[in-house]
């Protein structure tokens, strides 16, 4: 297959090409040429695309898809095509399904079932069996079959001697290891923020208290064994310092943030939408404040989407009975770009995170393999159902005005483009 994607503007950092507008030939899913103007051809795939953007192919680091076990929220191979048309190339997908990925058998189906899709798709296994927090799973055998990192999705490890034996278990063959920051005890039954918003609604608070001691705790360990750690979704500015000086030690520690946390605070809980309840909360503006300082500066160093599909029927319940959890595939690029720059942009969701996961890095220029997200940066609008693509439709951001549309993704040799490009 041969695609010419004409007049697009590059943004890829290690690009000779960056920041510069060209014609991208692609034959076989490798880019062959990239030149001021490339003639079409009958027997070419042209893509003629108003305030064409390509970056280097994004990539979510936090994933929920539901099969196996619950596909009637969203199933591989449907959850894979949204990912697709909403620029992702790649993804982490969380352990959370039934039954649990926690060894060889449940790290191999997950692979083979996600087989030849535009998205590629990397496991993340349970760091402890059926996730319980109790006995450490089968890292070693799950790394062998594809697992790219261990931890138990929204669930933090409450037993300190568990994560400082996985830490340094997992040295042995380069493991990354995933903790929750999330301390239960202190959290409780909270269910939003802690402060203004949760007093006034009458809601029970989950005090940024509760991430910081975890994230503490986890930093101490870290220290004393060694090893690779990664915090998913922090959302406090606490956190954020607290990250920068285990950084300023020489730790080998990096963390990521959720989109929503990043756009939206606890604001937004007055109408008890049950779309806005999250796990992590919604913080305060200072919270998002210095959460994107963070991005911006490097301490907080990937972006994730932390896309998870619930049934409506745990949504449409009273706010403290809902489940977390917000769809975000695609949300994530309209959302990033009113607040952040492209080149912060393709950092976070695509460069960095896929250094620390081991997933290989293309650059756009000539000679190598076409992973790319394709995306205008232009148009305003607000978000509504009709803009979800996912088979749940749990969206924290409806009704919020974003930035930039997504066309689609060209990789492994496929283009796939959003049905309203």
Same mark, same amino acid.
């Given at each position: ?12 950092? $290690? $690009? ?12 076989? #899913? ?24 390509? =970056? ?24 894979? =095509? ?115 918003? &949760? ?8 005090? $940024? ?29 606490? $956190? ?30 007055? #109408? ?47 706010? =403290? ?46 000679? =190598?393999?076409?992973?790319? &997200?394709?995306? &205008? ?45």
């Amino acid at each position: 297959m041969t695609t010419l994607l004409k007049s697009a503007t590059i943004i890829d950092t $290690s $690009s000779p090409f960056h920041n510069q507008t060209k014609d991208i030939l692609i034959i076989d #899913g490798t880019i062959s040429k990239i030149d001021d103007n490339i003639p079409t051809k009958d027997e070419y795939k042209t893509v003629e695309l108003n305030d064409l953007h390509v =970056s280097t192919g994004w990539f979510d680091t936090s994933v929920s898809l539901g099969e196996p076990g619950y596909e009637e929220r969203e199933t591989i191979q449907h959850g894979l =095509s949204v990912a697709a048309r909403s620029g992702f190339t790649a993804v982490a997908v969380n352990p959370n399904t039934q039954p649990i990925a926690e060894n060889k058998a449940t790290i191999e189906f997950l692979i083979n079932k996600a087989n030849g899709f535009t998205t590629d798709l990397f496991p993340i296994g349970a760091l402890t069996q059926q996730s319980k927090g109790i006995e450490m799973a089968e890292l070693f055998d799950m790394q062998q079959s594809g697992a790219i990192a261990f931890g138990d999705y929204k669930k933090p490890i409450t037993n300190d001697n568990l994560l400082k034996i996985a830490l340094l278990y997992a040295q042995n063959f380069d493991g990354l290891i995933m903790s929750f920051p999330k301390n239960k005890a202190i959290a409780g039954e909270g269910v939003a923020n802690e402060g203004v918003n &949760s007093t006034t609604l009458g809601l029970k608070g989950i005090p $940024s208290l509760a991430e910081e001691i975890q994230i503490s705790r986890d930093i101490f360990l870290l220290e004393y064994t060694g090893g690779k750690l990664h915090i998913p979704t922090i959302s406090t500015a606490k $956190s954020v310092e607290l990250i920068k000086e285990a950084k300023e030690k020489g730790l080998d520690i990096t963390c990521s943030v959720s989109v929503h946390n990043l756009f939206l605070t606890d604001d937004e809980l007055h #109408g008890f939408d049950a779309h806005k309840k999250v796990n992590p909360p919604l913080r305060t503006k200072e919270d998002t404040i210095a959460l994107i300082e963070g991005v911006k500066n490097g301490t907080i160093d990937i972006i994730t989407t932390d896309h998870n599909p619930i049934d409506i029927e745990y949504k449409k319940v009273e706010f =403290s009975t809902a489940k977390d959890g917000t769809i975000g595939f695609e949300s994530a690029f309209g959302a990033l770009n009113t607040i952040l720059d492209l080149e912060t942009i393709q950092r976070c969701l695509s460069t960095t995170p896929k250094q620390r996961f081991g997933i290989e890095i293309n650059s756009i220029q000539e000679n =190598s393999k076409a992973n790319l &997200s394709l995306f &205008s940066t232009k148009e305003e609008y607000a978000f509504t159902e009709k803009h979800v693509l996912s088979t749940s439709k749990n969206s924290v951001f409806f009704d919020k005005t974003l930035k930039g549309k997504v066309y689609g993704s060209f990789n492994n040799n496929q283009l796939i483009l959003d049905n309203h490009a």
